[in-house]
């Protein structure tokens, strides 16, 4: 059986969770593996969530925000950019697989574009294989 | 030519006696004898005859910002600032902690400071190798010159050409010694959260006693609290009874922070630190 | 303990397809706290409502999971039926399992699978919830209405009507945007300005409308039901409380400009009304075109003033207005055509755009009504080119939708005002609308030529230098096409106006990828924006024509009363508060605020949020080190509970 990967979404309310909404409403389909955290603004995202998904056993963490400039909050994901890049280079130099972190900007009107980055990451998370360093055993 | 341990340790005597005796500040925060020569101790002096039992040394490792914000907002505090210390004290001002105007900045131009669980020189291998205060009020000495220029960020050259695998491994070592004493948080100068996050219970970030994922979380975490704002002094390296080399890892971050940002933690007072502030032109590579 | 209660939604056959939904409910009841677990065909009708209600009496159930569809659905049905049963309704979690789950596989295990650890990670989070009060505030009685096209005018002439107040504010110096420059109206053929001006003096003399021409939205502060909005009146240099429209200026004025109202096809003057039934009938001076403002000498306009109403010194000022709601219908550009080289347009003096035909076949236009060349022949072929930029992959791949339309209107007017022949070159014809079909049949009748083919290429004829050569492919005949014709007519693409970006973030909306406004649902909420109090209307939403703009005007409208009808207003709850006790007083939360909620108290040395400053995104939580900030309904431990029930699976 192949590796099936479990991947912690967290998307913001107002752009990428409607625009994976706009993907179901428009029947694309892509894999199941990844699991949504809806919050209000990728901006509330603590860099600890990050790191609480890999020990939990997330293979991958997928955070999705509004495009820069078009925040609900008018500057919240310019604050997350900065804060998730540097969670980025923290996970890198730890040793983790910075590939099992992804930060895309999806707005509310990009279905399509939602459900290729899910089709990619997710692939992308299965060759890079089961992630262990950070789970924590039970 | 740079002047020496003890011409310096005389003038920040004869310093803090005056600003203590002519009331200009409250406390002078400075260095003070320990249990031998070689472990000096912060000291606060709050007579002009305490001025007398301040000790400059190489030993005096300790970064003295760390104790600025514990006093009430509007005290006179005169600190003797070396390199390190004194972009702490730019850093608190940037966060608000504590304001320039109460402040007397005593410049100590030190180079040759040692640390003294090995007795080594500490250069800018475990620090940002920088010898003269950024910012002082009183330059006690003369100013440090001569020192090769070296990249702080030079060390990292080995740790970021290692394999993933292994650097993991190589953390997972370092961490897993972590006996949570957290003296690494308590001699840091811009650690002054009360509670710190781990330290709270709901939600539990991370396990408390001394455990490979309770560690990791403490102290990914705090890396990350961290980032734009560690100035790089190396205390917490140093305060660390099992020798985690957390400098290492903040480096790593500021080096990031620096590219990422085009800012240097703890540099001018009119900076605001980067991890609070955002440029609309920053570029998405940066989350690649 | 916390007593939970899982409704499992089919929604028909959309969940249950792909997700075994009674295998879901048996799960569910094997999980912590879960007391009652069910599921039901559709839980959002009154059965499914009243089952729920019925559950929480029942089994004392104080957390509720409705496992359906999206919660930007049905969320607050289901707070609804929460706070009726005396639930507080901020214990309602939703799972989104059709539009997140079902929708978008095929594969029963992979759907049903899923859908159980969203429902774990839900049951996790539901233990922790909080019930929340909700924050009632007063709310403004009046109406912005931005951009005073059709759209703009008929939902301000519909708010007024209600006694509400409304504020019309139009960037240009008249209302009556795009329409008043139309000659007709398809397919009843009746004169444009005839129906438009009666309504734009209506709002001119309405008591309840203030009519704000020649402004501009400079800044949008405050929310639902208290926006703050700050409007920039450029200058006119002309006092228009002393002008009294006796136009004398006008005719002295030796400055020219291209009128903007005739699409640059003639020169107006530089103080000047755009066109004879302007709304006001009060000029404005064109900086750019003024003599006085170009050379420092001129002033004729204030010598022949006698209510001495010029004011060179006039500065932009700026009025901020209170208003509980806004309507924004800000229209529509045509698609600039010329970087298009292969139609030629703005290189051969022969290409039109639409707009720019209908101000020729407009008596008020630039050659008086008469349909004649830019050299004055009256051309004997005419082409007109549908979907230029518009359902074009390189370009915009919408449909303008109304460019059949008013190219079949064209090819009559060219019929009834020239003897030219008139050639269609079209992709599909497309006539779905009240009498529309009807009108195609009778344009065929007309003797217009319809040739199935995107026009192609446009060029200068190699045999008659007067002439220009359509070529494209008959895709009936298979025949590729060169028709010499005189007159070449674009049908450019309907794209937003070029200051979309910037209405956009005063008023925070989204945009599709070509720029229109999103509503809040495609279907259910066409008016609405995902920012609460703002609603939109007419083409800046996407192309349509004017019944369906009046009606979206109307629909608008009533929606934006349905906030203004109202005292008050509850507000989300989900606000962050400090817990002073872990606050360290770094002060994060002060600096990245992007509404100035978090202060710090000096005296207590914590940072302190406003509730009613604070919309709930968050970012101060996360920047807060010592985790003292708790973004309410969105905590901390109430995410990492999700995550870790979301992850077990």
């Known amino acids: 059986m192949s590796f099936e990967p479990k991947i912690l979404g967290i998307a913001c309310n107002w752009c990428t969770y409607t625009g994976a909404d706009l993907a179901g409403t428009t029947r694309l389909q892509y894999p199941q593996n990844l699991r949504v955290v809806r919050v209000m603004c990728s901006s509330r995202i603590n860099p600890s969530f990050i790191f609480r998904a890999f020990q939990l056993g997330a293979d991958g963490v997928l955070v999705g925000g509004c495009h820069p400039g078009d925040c609900h909050y008018n500057t919240g994901n310019l604050y997350a950019r900065r804060r998730l890049a540097v969670t980025k280079k923290i996970l890198e130099f730890s040793g983790i697989e910075p590939e099992r972190f992804r930060v895309e900007w999806i707005s509310a009107s990009e279905g399509n574009r939602y459900a290729e980055v899910v089709t990619e990451f997710t692939e992308q998370v299965k060759q890079l294989g089961p992630q262990t360093k950070f789970k924590i055993s039970r | 030519m740079a002047s020496s341990f003890k011409q310096i340790e005389d003038k920040l005597k004869t310093e803090a006696k005056k600003l203590l005796k002519t009331g200009q500040v409250s406390v002078v925060l400075a260095y003070g004898k320990g249990y031998d020569d070689n472990h000096p101790m912060p000291y606060i002096a709050k007579l002009p005859s305490d001025a007398d039992n301040i000790v400059f040394n190489e030993y005096c490792t300790h970064n003295l910002a760390r104790y600025l914000v514990r006093y009430p907002k509007g005290t006179k505090i005169a600190v003797a600032v070396k390199a390190a210390d004194s972009r702490a004290v730019i850093q608190l001002i940037q966060e608000e902690k504590v304001k320039r105007e109460d402040l007397i900045l005593l410049g100590l131009p030190a180079y040759g400071m040692k640390n003294s669980k090995t007795g080594e020189i500490i250069d800018s291998q475990t620090t940002c190798g920088l010898y003269n205060p950024v910012l002082y009020d009183t330059l006690l000495g003369e100013e440090v010159h001569g020192q090769p220029v070296v990249s702080p960020y030079d060390v990292l050259a080995q740790y970021e050409a290692m394999d993933k695998d292994a650097r993991f491994e190589f953390w997972k070592k370092e961490f897993d010694k972590c006996i949570r004493c957290y003296a690494c948080r308590k001699a840091c100068p811009m650690c002054y959260c009360d509670p710190c996050f781990i330290d709270q219970n709901n939600p539990r970030w991370g396990e408390k006693s001394p455990q490979s994922h309770g560690n990791l979380m403490y102290h990914l975490t705090r890396f990350h609290h961290l980032a734009g704002r560690c100035i790089d002094c190396g205390e917490c390296s140093r305060a660390c009874p099992v020798d985690i080399p957390l400098y290492l890892f903040h480096k790593k971050v500021a080096k990031e922070c620096e590219e990422m940002f085009g800012q240097a933690s703890g540099m001018r007072i009119d900076d605001k630190p980067v991890l609070v502030n955002f440029r609309v032109d920053d570029s998405d590579k940066i989350l690649e | ?649």
Not at chain 3, 9 to 20: D, E, Q, S
Not at chain 3, 94 to 114: F, L, M, P
Not at chain 3, 152 to 166: D, F, R, Y
Not at chain 3, 573 to 594: D, K, Y
């Open chain 3, 1 to 649: 303990m916390s007593r939970i209660g899982v409704f499992v939604c089919h929604c028909g056959l959309n969940i249950a397809k792909t997700v075994r939904v009674s295998e879901l409910a048996q799960f569910a009841s094997t999980l912590p706290d879960v007391v009652v677990a069910k599921d039901y065909k559709f839980m959002c009708s009154t059965p499914g409502q009243e089952m729920i209600a019925h559950d929480i009496k029942q089994h004392r159930l104080d957390r509720i999971i409705v496992t359906a569809c999206s919660p930007l659905m049905h969320e607050q049905t289901f707070r609804k039926v929460l706070a009726a049963s005396g639930l507080n309704q901020y214990l309602l979690t939703i799972v989104n399992i059709r539009e997140q789950v079902s929708w978008v596989t095929h594969d029963i295990e992979e759907g049903t699978a899923k859908a159980k650890a969203l429902l774990n990670g839900a049951v996790y989070r539901s233990r922790l919830l909080a019930p929340l009060t909700s924050r009632v505030i007063d709310v403004n009685d009046d109406v912005m209405v931005v951009g005073g096209g059709i759209a703009g005018i008929q939902a301000s002439l519909e708010l007024a009507n209600t006694g509400k107040k409304v504020y019309l504010v139009e960037k240009n110096s008249t209302i009556g945007g795009h329409m008043a420059q139309f000659d007709k109206t398809f397919p009843t053929l009746d004169c444009s300005a005839c129906i438009l001006t009666p309504k734009m003096d209506a709002v001119l003399q309405h008591k309840n409308i203030t009519l704000m021409t020649y402004c501009e939205v400079s800044e949008v502060k405050g929310f639902i039901g208290n926006f703050d909005v700050t409007i920039r009146q450029k200058a006119r240099y002309v006092d228009h409380s002393k002008c009294n429209g006796c136009l004398a200026c006008t005719e002295k004025c030796p400055g020219k400009g291209l009128s903007e109202w005739d699409e640059g096809l003639v020169n107006r003057k530089a103080i000047h009304i755009p066109f004879p039934q302007a709304v006001p009938q009060k000029p404005v001076i064109d900086r750019d075109a003024c003599t006085f403002f170009k050379k420092g000498k001129c002033r004729l306009c204030e010598k022949v003033c006698e209510h001495k109403a010029i004011d060179f010194d006039q500065q932009d000022t700026f009025t901020t207005v209170k208003v509980g709601a806004v309507i924004v219908a800000t229209g529509y550009d045509l698609m600039d055509t010329k970087p298009l080289i292969q139609y030629g347009y703005g290189k051969y003096p022969g290409v039109y755009n639409a707009l720019e035909i209908e101000r020729l076949f407009n008596s008020t236009g630039p050659t008086g009504g008469k349909v004649t060349l830019r050299d004055g022949r009256e051309p004997k072929a005419i082409a007109i080119l549908h979907c230029i930029g518009s359902r074009d992959k390189n370009h915009y791949e919408h449909c303008s939708r109304v460019c059949c339309m008013y190219s079949l209107k064209f090819a009559h007017l060219f019929k009834e005002k020239t003897s030219a022949d008139v050639y269609q070159f079209y992709i599909d014809m497309r006539a779905a609308g009240k009498g529309y079909e009807e009108f195609y049949n009778r344009i065929i009748e007309e003797d217009v030529k319809f040739i199935r083919g995107k026009g192609a290429r446009v060029s200068k004829s190699a045999e008659e230098p007067d002439r220009l050569i359509v070529e494209a492919e008959d895709t009936i005949t298979g025949k590729f096409v060169q028709l010499p014709v005189d007159m070449v007519v674009l049908s450019p693409a309907m794209i937003p106006r070029s200051d979309t970006e910037s209405i956009k973030r005063l008023f925070n909306l989204s945009t599709d990828k070509y720029g229109f406004f999103m509503e809040r649902h495609p279907k259910l909420a066409p008016l609405s924006t995902m920012s609460e109090g703002i609603f939109i209307a007419g083409v800046c939403q996407s192309p349509k024509d004017i019944p369906d703009t009046v009606a979206q005007a109307n629909g608008a409208a009533a929606e934006a009363l349905t906030i203004v009808e109202k005292d008050k207003l509850e507000l989300e709850a989900t606000t962050a508060m400090v817990n002073p006790a872990s606050c360290c007083g770094c002060q994060n939360c002060v600096r990245v605020c992007p509404y100035g909620a978090p202060a710090f108290n000096e005296t207590k040395r914590v940072s302190e949020i406003n509730e009613a400053l604070c919309k709930g995104c968050g970012l101060c939580a996360s920047v807060c080190p010592s985790a003292a900030i708790i973004a309410r309904h969105f905590t901390n431990d109430q995410v990492l509970a999700e995550m870790e029930g979301l992850m077990e699976f």
